[in-house]
């Protein structure tokens, strides 16, 4: 098992920026791929970005790229989302995802509510 701790939510105005943080542990070494989901109120939850953590290889939704950054510090095992030039449409529900080898969401975090207002 995996367990995924975010952290860094909160609320801006738009323009602004924010940095969340998931911190992996537990069986971390099942893990190849990382990244972060969102699900706003009456939408579906998509996927923001994700990042295989062996080679780096990253992916980011045609809705941020350009904005955010997707990174990950091998050594403390965490994932990172800077989110910069926010909009309020970047509004959701933000979940850290890990998972490996061929799917990158087998386990998933509580959650941080990121909110941004015009």
């Known amino acids: 098992q995996v367990l995924l701790v975010e952290s860094g939510g909160g609320s801006v105005q738009a323009g602004g920026s924010l940095r969340l943080s998931c911190a992996a542990s537990?069986?971390?070494?099942?893990?190849?791929?990382m990244g972060w989901l969102r699900q706003a109120p009456g939408k579906e939850r998509e996927v923001v970005a994700r990042?295989?953590?062996?080679?780096?290889?990253?992916y980011y939704a045609d809705s941020v790229k350009g904005r955010f950054t997707i990174s990950h510090d091998y050594a403390k095992n965490t994932v990172y989302l800077q989110m910069n030039s926010l909009e309020p449409e970047d509004t959701a529900m933000y979940y850290c995802?890990?998972?490996?080898?061929?799917?990158?969401?087998?386990?998933r975090g509580q959650g941080t509510q990121v909110t941004v207002s015009s």
């Open positions: 537990g069986y971390t070494y099942s893990v190849n791929c």
């Open positions: 990042i295989y953590t062996g080679g780096g290889s990253t």
């Open positions: 995802a890990a998972g490996g080898p061929t799917r990158c969401d087998n386990y």
